[in-house]
């Protein structure tokens, strides 16, 4: 059978009895041009073809339930139009989405979560200083939790600055071994 000299309700006619041949000419004769109409609206060559695609795919499942009163490419080009509709929409739902999660993980996450989160720290290296020998506990506290300079904690240990750095260098390594290098040096970095 010449497929290419049939009109289109002749195709379509068929289609509807699942001819593979007249859906492939069917498809040969409007593809080029709805991949056109279908770039004109969205601009995106992969975006044309996921919607021809789904037009097509979608033509195919519904090809014995199809009641196309005009013509078959005026049907096809319906189709393009709603698709190009139909993502759009679930771009702005997925935009939506992102946009939600993102304040979410900028507000909810980082004041609600981060605010446990520093609390289990602080809590640890306040356990972690009382379990550090002699001043260098007392030194760790007063230099992180207490904000106090080195002179401020030698004259209120009365002990010289030096043995207070060593005291510092000393709860450093300490914390640093019993926390981890990374939750360490975030917490006495910042």
Same mark, same amino acid.
């Given at each position: 059978m010449d497929y290419q000299g049939l009109d289109e309700h002749e195709l379509l006619a068929l289609l509807k009895s699942d001819d593979k041949k007249a859906f492939d000419e069917i498809y040969a004769r409007f593809h080029d041009f709805l991949f056109f109409y279908?770039? +004109?609206?969205?601009?995106?060559?992969?975006?044309?073809?996921?919607?021809?695609?789904?037009?097509?795919?979608?033509?195919?499942?519904?090809?014995?339930?199809?009641?196309?009163?005009?013509?078959?490419?005026?049907?096809?080009h319906?189709?393009?139009?709603?698709?190009?509709l139909n993502e759009?929409?679930?771009?702005?739902?997925?935009?939506?989405? +992102?946009?939600?999660?993102?304040?979410?993980?900028?507000?909810?996450y980082t004041h609600a979560e981060e605010k446990v989160f520093e609390k289990e720290l602080v809590r640890r290296l306040?356990?972690?200083?009382?379990?550090?020998?002699?001043?260098?506990?007392?030194?760790?506290?007063?230099?992180?939790?207490d904000n106090l300079s080195v002179s401020q904690i030698a004259e209120m240990l009365n002990v010289?600055?030096?043995?207070v750095r060593n005291l510092h260098s000393r709860a450093i390594k300490d914390a640093r071994l019993k926390l981890g290098l990374a939750i360490a040096v975030f917490l006495l970095m910042g």
């Open positions: 279908a770039y +004109k609206l969205t601009n995106d060559e992969f975006a044309s073809r996921d919607i021809l695609q789904a037009l097509f795919v979608n033509l195919w499942i519904k090809r014995n339930d199809l009641q196309i009163k005009g013509s078959v490419l005026s049907y096809l319906q189709g393009i139009k709603y698709g190009f759009e929409r679930r771009k702005s739902v997925v935009t939506q989405y +992102k946009q939600s999660l993102h304040a979410y993980l900028q507000e909810g306040h356990d972690l200083a009382e379990e550090m020998p002699g001043k260098a506990g007392q030194v760790f506290v007063l230099t992180y939790f010289s600055e030096k043995t």
